[in-house]
């Protein structure tokens, strides 16, 4: 699988985004998906994921509320709506795939992985 992430850019506080992942192959609904984020001089941490269905979501106590992703299987993509956002938000995210059937929220459950997007927030 290869994802191509995009949809990043500069918001100030409080404004929305809307990341978008691209997956090749025909095999995108036998991936859990999930997002991380990287601060500079920061670990790769857990954003959110999302069954291979699309039933079921799980997300990082920092974005509930704020943020949500989801997927189209039938378009191979999967999105993460971004809202409230706040300065500290400020990173580069990736999405990944893991082929696994539960919500996992490790680094090295995932396979694959995209090749980052940058989002700022602007105070």
């Known amino acids: 699988v290869q994802l191509q992430a995009s949809g990043g850019g500069l918001v100030q506080a409080g404004g929305s985004l809307r990341l978008s992942c691209a997956a090749s192959?025909?095999?995108?609904?036998?991936?859990?998906m999930g997002w991380f984020r990287q601060a500079p001089g920061k670990e790769r941490e857990f954003v959110a994921v999302?069954?291979?269905?699309?039933?079921?979501?799980n997300y990082a106590d920092f974005v509930k509320g704020r943020f949500t992703i989801s997927r189209d299987n039938a378009k191979n993509t999967v999105q993460l709506q971004m809202n409230s956002l706040k300065p500290e938000d400020t990173a580069v995210y990736y999405c990944?795939?893991?082929?696994?059937?539960?919500?996992?929220?490790?680094?090295?459950?995932?396979?694959?992985w995209g090749q980052g997007t940058q989002v700022t927030v602007s105070s």
């Open positions: 192959g025909r095999t995108f609904s036998r991936y859990v």
């Open positions: 999302v069954s291979r269905t699309g039933a079921m979501t």
């Open positions: 990944a795939a893991a082929p696994v059937l539960t919500l996992v929220d490790l680094k090295t459950a995932y396979d694959y």
